[in-house]
Structures are given as structure tokens and as C-alpha cells.
């Protein structure tokens, strides 16, 4: 049963998301620290946070308009991702490996919104 929304699978995955790409962003250049670097990490953080906050709602309308939101962010991050990945900021392996996972979410998120839906009906 889930208690809370640390409980959700797809909330601890996007918060080892959060953390994969801070570490990724460590070796950006320095003039992106305000730049590419800090738009990629706020939409990343937006994701758990969406997550946790509509988790937080009183109705199931309020979560999954705050999962669209989650979705949304982390469509955001992954093509910041490519972005950074084009500009020679990432490597091929740490970008496949953090798009992989940014992949895994989205599904996740998806699963849960159409179990919410179907439950609606």
C-alpha cells in the first residue's frame, strides 16, 4: 500500500535521476554553471518534486495534473540532455545512460496516469 509519495517507485527513480545528472553537470564548462547547466538541473528537480507535491493534492485530478507537469519537466531534461550532449558536454555512454533512465520515467509516469484514468471510469 502506498503511504506516501516516497513510496512511489517512479518518485525514487526521479530522484536518482536528480542525482545522476548534478553529478553529470559537475563537468560542464564553468560558463554554463548559469546557463545550460542550471536549466538542465531545475527541470530535472521539477520532476520528484511535481511528483511529490500532486502526491501531497487532495484528488486524483490535482495528481495527474501535476504527473503532466512531472512529464512535462523531464521531456524538458532530456532534450537539455541532447543539447548538452550536441555541445560536446557529455559523453555518448553518460548521455545514453541518463536518457535511458529519463526513458524508464516517462513509461512510469505514464503507467500511473493511466491507472489513474481507468480507475476514473
Known amino acids: 500500500m502506498i503511504l506516501s509519495y516516497r513510496d512511489l517507485r517512479v518518485w525514487q527513480e526521479s530522484m536518482n535521476l536528480v542525482t545522476d545528472v548534478y553529478k553529470a553537470t559537475e563537468s560542464f564548462l564553468k560558463n554554463e554553471m548559469f546557463g545550460l547547466s542550471a536549466q538542465l538541473r531545475r ?3 521539477s520532476v ?3 511528483i511529490a507535491e500532486g502526491s501531497a493534492r487532495k484528488g486524483k485530478k ?10 512535462g519537466s523531464l521531456a524538458e531534461a532530456t532534450t537539455q ?12 555512454e553518460s548521455f545514453g545512460k541518463l536518457i ?12 500511473l496516469i493511466r491507472s489513474l484514468n ?4
Open 43 to 45: 527541470a530535472v528537480v
Open 48 to 50: 520528484p518534486s511535481n
Open 62 to 71: 490535482e495528481l495527474l495534473n501535476f504527473l503532466h507537469i512531472a512529464k
Open 81 to 92: 540532455l541532447e543539447i548538452a550532449k550536441r555541445l560536446g558536454f557529455l559523453s555518448d
Open 100 to 111: 535511458e533512465k529519463g526513458e524508464t520515467i516517462a513509461k512510469m509516469i505514464n503507467s
Open 118 to 121: 481507468r480507475k476514473e471510469e
